[in-house]
């Protein structure tokens, strides 16, 4: 974090923390930037990091309007959400849940409450809603399917994860080591269950990569990655749905797991964690 970097107080303070979180770096007020509206009677707590001069000089003035019950800034502009939030994680309470969303995400036809019940009930380790039709993306996988409650998949986009708090804890070192993020989602594999939630759904409203912030800092987002995956001897995610559960089933019950993994995945998976490369699960 830079020189300038700290937690701001807030006049609305809760009593106590939320059991889940949503954390953002929050871009400026340009076409395509969503901010996230926390009511009052929210089941989560909202933690903002800003980075851009613009917000960082509102926010300095006192003329910065946000619902968020932690306010960061970090005018290092080679960061992304990852890095700025292995940062602040020491300063932030344990929380149950954790998601980490992009700012051009709209909710579609729900709240974030919903979202972090869905997760809750689903047993998925790492998480994400599905994504609407009209949303800009590139992975099939990701776009809601509305006959399930949701999907194991071998993929979940580095767009919004969400975490439990041990799977959370686990990936927490990783997230200063890859810059860019796009080495991560071969990383959230090594701690299946993961999937899509489609009994929820968000619209990703701008093209891909056009808020890209380590543009002209040198950096190659696809080589980061690559070298990230060699690093640690992972795979590149092939999008495909593991195992689906309906609607009508609800939320899974006790005992079933019917993935289809491949063998090695485990296998390796736990050579890994053995090392302590990863952590304990």
């Known amino acids: 974090m830079s020189s300038h970097s700290w937690e701001a107080p807030l006049a609305v303070t809760p009593k106590k923390s939320k059991k889940n979180l949503v954390f953002v ?24 990091v800003l980075w851009h001069p613009d917000s960082i000089a509102s926010y300095q003035n006192g003329t910065y309007k946000t619902k968020a019950t932690h306010v960061f800034v970090d005018d ?20 149950d849940a954790v998601m980490l ?23 998925l380790r790492i998480a994400q809603p599905g994504l609407t039709a009209d949303s800009t993306h590139v992975w099939p996988v990701t776009e809601r399917d509305a006959s399930c409650a949701y999907r194991e998949t071998d993929f979940v986009e580095v767009m ?12 927490l070192p990783f997230f200063a080591e ?8 071969s990383l959230w ?14 619209r990703h409203v701008r093209p891909i990569g056009s808020a890209f912030s380590l543009v002209g800092l040198g950096y190659d987002p696809e080589a ?4 990230f995956r060699e690093k640690y001897d992972l795979t590149m995610p092939q999008g495909i749905v593991t195992h689906r559960v309906a609607i ?28 302590g490369t990863i952590g304990p699960r």
């Open 25 to 48: 770096c929050q871009g400026p007020p340009t076409k395509g930037t969503v901010r996230i509206d926390r009511p009052l009677s929210a089941t989560w707590d909202l933690a903002e």
């Open 76 to 95: 290092d502009r080679s960061k992304r959400k990852f890095a700025c939030f292995a940062t602040v994680a020491p300063l932030l309470p344990d929380y």
């Open 101 to 123: 969303v992009d700012d051009d995400l709209e909710l579609s036809g729900c709240m974030y409450d919903d979202i972090f019940q869905a997760f809750h009930q689903s047993g």
């Open 160 to 171: 919004c994860p969400i975490f439990n708090r041990v799977t959370l804890r686990a990936c």
């Open 178 to 185: 890859e810059k860019n993020g796009w080495g991560l989602e």
């Open 189 to 202: 594999s090594m701690f299946q269950p993961i999937g899509i939630l489609d009994t929820v759904s968000i």
């Open 224 to 227: 980061m990655a690559r070298a």
């Open 248 to 275: 009508s089933a609800g939320s899974r019950r006790a005992g079933e797991r019917r993935i289809a993994h491949s063998t090695s995945e485990p296998r390796r998976a736990i050579g890994i964690l053995r090392a």
